[in-house]
């Protein structure tokens, strides 16, 4: 009794001193500092998507927060990605599926608020480097999406020419990987993480502020110096699960979302020695941004905003090192659809996992819920805070994914549902198949149950998708009357796939 009228008592003293507290001055919310990487997979230490991979970094930052295992992007490539997770939108409602439009250029979705115009509408100080938005979208003048620009997203210093050779498809500047003498210094990355850190010390403190940090790679060229290649000695890791035929079993609208790109298939890459090269160099990179992500996050700890600040960590997709026949992103399978997201800071519990399907366009209502600001109107995703709440919470929509109009998959906590635009399907039970090999839609046996469980899961996709929006251009795929069209130019079926 007397036990609970001294907490009384303590309570109301404490929310006495609040109020007084909140009359002097504003509230002070929670800060955000949000890092994103890009082309990520789950090759990371919290997620377990490779054995070898070293990203001390971002394990102490899982260590400090809450991982969603089951996260997945709305889109397999950067600007329809980005996009959503900035808007709250998806791509079959804005219709942004390509590398371009940027939405300020679409008349219907000029006035589009972005999260950070929601945060700074709502007393928050927004500060963007490197790469968050696809290529310079947003940086041009008159365009109001951030109160300070950092360092646009490069590769920094370069080779003198190309370290693998000619690549098929074009012979792209940017595939390419492998070291050569140079500094970490010199890396574009390292630029952003800098600035970063000095935007963090010399952070105003009468300010909540929402800082963006983009990192380029692993984004191909696949660059790193030689200490990141020393931690992944030649014969000294795993190579990815790579199944010979895996694409017997998928239709061929599956080739159609990644037709004609510049990433090598798998089938070049042996015939050339290039997988293996092309695994480290990609292992090496990632260890690298790691230790950039580090940089960032001591520098927070070291300020005076370390308890009081939200961070949270993402990748725009994930990416393909030989499985399933291709290098790259643009397909719905785990490997391009499945990213790391980790949220650490105040009110998110610690070394915590959630395995509930999230999808990355929750950020932007779960910030805002996060730090206490109103939701911005017509939100498509979800909030995770029941999940931060409680990790085992349940989350009844499924993880959506779409590539190009018409093309979606749907991830529950057990199974993957896929539905092209010519009506073709697939179905992975990934309790028993994490790597998602076993169509079993796949044939003329289909069971009752696999068909019951691709209806649920298909009931969840979009029921239209908004047709491209003006201007979409690069990796565009369209199912007209008379077949598919990549980029505007009729797909041949007979055409050889591999
Ligand atoms: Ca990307
Ligand atoms: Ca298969």
């Not at 896929?418 to 073709?424: S, T």
Request: charged letters at 25%; proline letters at 9%.
């Amino acid at each position: 009794m007397r036990r609970t009228f001294f907490l009384c008592l303590v309570s109301a003293i404490t929310h006495c001193f609040a109020i007084v507290d909140a009359s002097a001055q504003s509230p002070k919310r929670p800060n955000v500092l949000m890092i994103a990487i890009d082309d990520l997979n789950d090759w990371v230490e919290p997620l377990g998507g490779h054995p070898d991979v070293k990203t001390p970094a971002m394990a102490r930052l899982a260590e400090r927060g809450l991982t969603f295992t089951n996260a997945h992007c709305q889109a397999p490539l950067c600007n329809p990605s980005r996009t959503s997770l900035m808007t709250g939108k998806r791509p079959s409602s804005t219709g942004v599926y390509g590398l371009a439009p940027w939405i300020r250029n679409v008349p219907e979705l000029a006035s589009l608020v972005t999260m950070p115009q929601h945060f700074h509408e709502h007393g928050y100080r927004t500060l963007i480097g490197g790469k968050i938005y696809h290529g310079g979208y947003g940086r041009r003048e008159g365009e109001a999406e951030s109160d300070v620009w950092g360092p646009p997203a490069g590769v920094g210093v370069r080779p003198k020419r190309k370290i693998i050779g000619p690549t098929p498809g074009g012979n792209n500047p940017l595939m390419d990987w492998g070291t050569f003498p140079h500094r970490d210094e010199d890396k574009g990355d390292w630029a952003v993480a800098s600035w970063a850190v000095d935007e963090i010390k010399k952070m105003p403190e009468d300010q909540p502020f929402f800082l963006s940090v983009g990192f380029f790679l692993p984004h191909v060229p696949c660059y790193a110096t030689q200490k990141w290649f020393d931690l992944y000695p030649n014969d000294g890791f795993a190579m990815p699960p790579i199944l010979a035929g895996d694409r017997d079993d998928t239709p061929a609208s599956s080739w159609y979302i990644h037709w004609y790109l510049p990433e090598p298939r798998t089938s070049w890459l042996e015939a050339n020695d290039q997988l293996r090269p092309l695994v480290r160099a990609y292992l090496a990179c990632i260890s690298f941004v790691d230790s950039q992500v580090a940089r960032v996050l001591d520098a927070l700890e070291q300020s005076p905003f370390a308890e009081n600040t939200i961070v949270v960590l993402w990748s725009d997709h994930g990416y393909h090192l030989g499985e399933k026949a291709i290098s790259g992103k643009n397909s719905l399978w785990t490997r391009s659809t499945r990213v790391p997201l980790i949220l650490a800071g105040p009110g998110v519990p610690v070394a915590k996992k959630c395995n509930q399907p999230a999808e990355l366009l929750d950020l932007y209502p779960t910030i805002s819920d996060l730090v206490g600001i109103p939701q911005a109107d017509g939100m498509e995703g979800i909030s995770l805070a029941p999940q931060i709440a409680n990790p085992q919470a349940p989350r009844e929509r499924p993880a959506i994914c779409t590539h190009n109009a018409g093309n979606h998959s749907a991830c529950d906590q057990r199974w993957r549902y896929i539905r092209y635009a010519d009506g073709a399907e697939e179905l992975y039970d990934r309790q028993t198949d994490s790597e998602e090999t076993r169509n079993l839609l796949f044939g003329d046996s289909v069971s009752q149950e696999h068909r019951a469980v691709a209806d649920r899961l298909a009931a969840w996709l979009p029921k239209a998708d908004k047709p491209l929006a003006p201007g979409s251009r690069h990796r565009i795929l369209e199912k007209r009357q008379d077949g598919f069209y990549w980029e505007g130019k009729r797909i041949d079926p007979t055409e050889k796939m591999e």
